[in-house]
């Protein structure tokens, strides 16, 4: 079903700089503000199901200054800003996507994500009798991740995707995965 976007140099260039001492880069050096990896799986049921696993990574940029936002308020009004992909390893559909993200601190440790943006996948569009047929290249993307920092600099969560076309085009499967991220903020 899909063919596979050429990742391997940035996948490679991002796993390398996470895996750099933050004191390897500057305050004022920061390319991005965090990286993320993990493994997810379709949540979809019946013929709309997708094989397989996928990978995902993630970068996140703060432009608006969402690490001094202080409130609940500035944390709406502050999101980050988020790209990334999600790569299936058995020729099922590829993803890449963008948009907003915003978090939450539950307490001290425990937060939430919640992002919202777009995609564009490389899916069967119509009638497919094996796995979801996504109507239209290019879709709504949306996120929630439930998060727990392990230190400063790491962090773990449990993640969920969707991608759908809000019924914009003929069909609309979408494209549901669940899976668990590592991330490493800088």
Not at 19 to 42: C, N, Q, W
Not at 97 to 120: E, M, S
Not at 167 to 181: P, R, V
Request: charged share 15%.
């Amino acid at each position: 079903m899909g063919r596979h976007f050429s990742l391997i140099p940035a996948i490679l260039m991002a796993i390398a700089v996470a895996i750099l001492p933050s004191s390897a880069l500057s305050e004022d050096s920061k390319p991005f503000d965090e990286l993320r990896f993990g493994v997810s799986a379709s949540i979809q049921s019946g013929g709309t199901h997708e094989d397989g696993l996928f990978t995902t990574a993630t970068v996140f940029f703060d432009p608006l200054g969402a690490a001094q936002a202080s409130t609940l308020k500035d944390r709406v009004l502050h999101p980050r800003l988020h790209a990334g992909a999600i790569v299936s390893t058995s020729g099922e559909t590829d993803q890449v996507f963008a948009g907003l993200t915003w978090t939450i601190d539950v307490t001290d440790r425990l937060f939430i994500d919640f992002g919202f943006g777009g995609a564009l996948n490389n899916g069967t569009l119509h009638d497919s009798h094996d796995g979801p047929s996504v109507g239209c290249h290019a879709l709504f993307h949306e996120s929630l991740a439930a998060g727990f920092k392990l230190d400063p600099n790491w962090r773990l969560m449990a993640t969920i995707d969707h991608s759908s076309n809000a019924n914009l085009c003929h069909d609309n499967d979408g494209l549901s995965y669940a899976g668990l991220s590592i991330g490493r903020k800088f």
